[in-house]
């Protein structure tokens, strides 16, 4: 493959939008529940439109492993093709992997506030540090025959509520290897949102349709409308059933209750909602391309924000923090959440753009792998 696929950078831009709401809204207002943690619902349930907010971030993790995952198969091919051996390209991904860990660890956790003085936990292990981990796993794993990276990671996600149901949290007492591979925990001195295991079938999956892909570009639209189509008629009887891919069936109640689904940690059933959603979103992207070729707004915008996720992610987590203090005024309300989370869109078009011609200027620097 020799150019980067435009509907991977711009559904990954439009997910990055999404997340950065979902973060503006955090540190001007507050964090808005429309999923299930460990089997507890939102109490009080948001109202339509703070229910809606936050669902459509709902998108954002499953995207961001999946592309991770995609992305690594997609590297492993560009750059076997420009003549680095296999041992190169699995450095440079273990690399990059350790990297965005230690970012989690010491940056990120800086700005949400978490170490010894912090009142709350001594440490966190976000989205960073699931996708970072992945990266290492894959670095490795992605060399495995396609049917067996595929059969394995659509084996983990199947398998992984009778794993959750086999290994539980237990009352009292810090379980760190348990939170940190299986169960998501906000108790204790370590906080983990986002365990191993179950985000690495995501990664694995997309890695394997990465693989697939990367050898018939040509075929992006079809497959992603036909995966998408597959995921989201799958999503509905197994909702409708409340049976073994719900964690936490459906129990009755208003729309709000149907599309309560468990997301810590994440169900079949959730993912199945939010991987075809993004499915049918890449296949409309790589449409789009084919026949209206959009790149000059999509380029100076979305796609500008999924070719550099990173260091938007970073950033953006600052910048909202920073203006939730200075603009006080710009706080304590779902329209100010919306409108601090535009104003930061706009700095963060600004520094995204210095950053990626920064890139470009110095392209075999550390800057590669951030």
């Given at each position: 493959?020799?150019?980067?696929?435009?509907?991977?950078?711009?559904?990954?831009?439009?997910?990055?939008?999404?997340?950065?709401?979902?973060?503006?809204?955090?540190?001007?207002?507050?964090?808005?529940?429309?999923?299930?943690?460990?089997?507890?619902?939102?109490?009080?349930?948001?109202?339509?439109?703070?229910?809606?907010?936050?669902?459509?971030?709902?998108?954002?993790?499953?995207?961001?492993?999946?592309?991770?995952?995609?992305?690594?198969?997609?590297?492993?091919?560009?750059?076997?093709?420009?003549?680095?051996?296999?041992?190169?390209?699995?450095?440079?991904?273990?690399?990059?992997?350790?990297?965005?860990?230690?970012?989690?660890?010491?940056?990120?956790?800086?700005?949400?506030?978490?170490?010894?003085?912090?009142?709350?936990?001594?440490?966190?292990?976000?989205?960073?540090?699931?996708?970072?981990?992945?990266?290492?796993?894959?670095?490795?794993?992605?060399?495995?025959?396609?049917?067996?990276?595929?059969?394995?990671?659509?084996?983990?996600?199947?398998?992984?509520?009778?794993?959750?149901?086999?290994?539980?949290?237990?009352?009292?007492?810090?379980?760190?290897?348990?939170e940190i591979l299986l169960q998501?925990?906000?108790?204790?001195?370590?906080?983990?949102?986002?365990?191993?295991?179950?985000?690495?079938?995501?990664?694995?999956?997309?890695?394997?349709?990465?693989?697939?892909?990367?050898?018939?570009?040509?075929?992006?639209?079809?497959?992603?409308?036909?995966?998408?189509?597959?995921?989201?008629?799958?999503?509905?009887?197994?909702?409708?059933?409340?049976?073994?891919?719900?964690?936490?069936?459906?129990?009755?109640?208003?729309?709000?209750?149907?599309?309560?689904?468990?997301?810590?940690?994440?169900?079949?059933?959730?993912?199945?909602?939010?991987?075809?959603?993004?499915?049918?979103?890449?296949?409309?992207?790589?449409?789009?391309?084919?026949?209206?070729?959009?790149?000059?707004?999509?380029?100076?915008?979305?796609?500008?924000?999924?070719?550099?996720?990173?260091?938007?992610y970073i950033v953006h987590l600052?910048?909202?923090?920073?203006?939730?203090?200075?603009?006080?005024?710009?706080?304590?309300?779902?329209?100010?959440?919306?409108?601090?989370?535009?104003?930061?869109?706009?700095?963060?078009?600004?520094?995204?753009?210095?950053?990626?011609?920064?890139?470009?200027?110095?392209?075999?620097?550390?800057?590669?792998?951030?």
């Amino acid at each position: 493959m020799k150019k980067r696929l435009f509907a991977i950078d711009a559904v990954r831009g439009w997910v990055m939008i999404f997340m950065a709401l979902d973060h503006a809204l955090l540190f001007t207002y507050y964090h808005i529940s429309a999923e299930l943690f460990q089997g507890q619902r939102p109490d009080p349930m948001p109202d339509t439109l703070h229910y809606l907010t936050r669902f459509v971030t709902h998108y954002c993790a499953p995207t961001f492993s999946f592309l991770a995952g995609l992305s690594i198969a997609l590297y492993a091919l560009s750059r076997r093709s420009r003549g680095l051996s296999e041992g190169q390209i699995t450095r440079n991904v273990v690399t990059r992997g350790l990297l965005i860990i230690a970012l989690q660890l010491t940056v990120v956790n800086f700005i949400w506030g978490f170490g010894p003085s912090s009142g709350s936990a001594l440490t966190n292990l976000d989205v960073l540090a699931c996708i970072g981990s992945g990266m290492v796993i894959l670095a490795f794993a992605r060399r495995l025959p396609l049917t067996v990276l595929a059969g394995g990671s659509l084996l983990l996600l199947l398998l992984m509520p009778l794993l959750l149901s086999a290994f539980p949290l237990l009352p009292g007492g810090d379980q760190p290897l348990l939170e940190i591979l299986l169960q998501p925990s906000d108790q204790g001195w370590i906080t983990v949102y986002y365990p191993i295991l179950p985000w690495l079938g995501v990664m694995g999956l997309g890695c394997a349709c990465g693989r697939w892909l990367g050898e018939r570009p040509e075929r992006t639209t079809r497959f992603f409308l036909a995966l998408g189509a597959v995921l989201l008629a799958a999503w509905l009887p197994l909702r409708l059933s409340g049976s073994y891919g719900n964690l936490v069936p459906y129990q009755g109640g208003d729309w709000r209750d149907f599309f309560l689904m468990s997301k810590y940690p994440p169900s079949p059933a959730f993912l199945t909602w939010t991987l075809g959603g993004m499915s049918l979103a890449l296949a409309v992207h790589s449409r789009l391309e084919e026949r209206l070729s959009p790149r000059r707004f999509f380029s100076n915008f979305v796609t500008l924000f999924g070719q550099t996720p990173l260091f938007f992610y970073i950033v953006h987590l600052q910048l909202y923090k920073t203006l939730s203090l200075i603009l006080p005024h710009l706080t304590g309300s779902l329209a100010a959440g919306y409108l601090t989370w535009l104003l930061g869109l706009v700095y963060m078009t600004i520094l995204c753009g210095g950053y990626q011609a920064l890139k470009r200027r110095y392209p075999n620097s550390v800057l590669q792998y951030v």
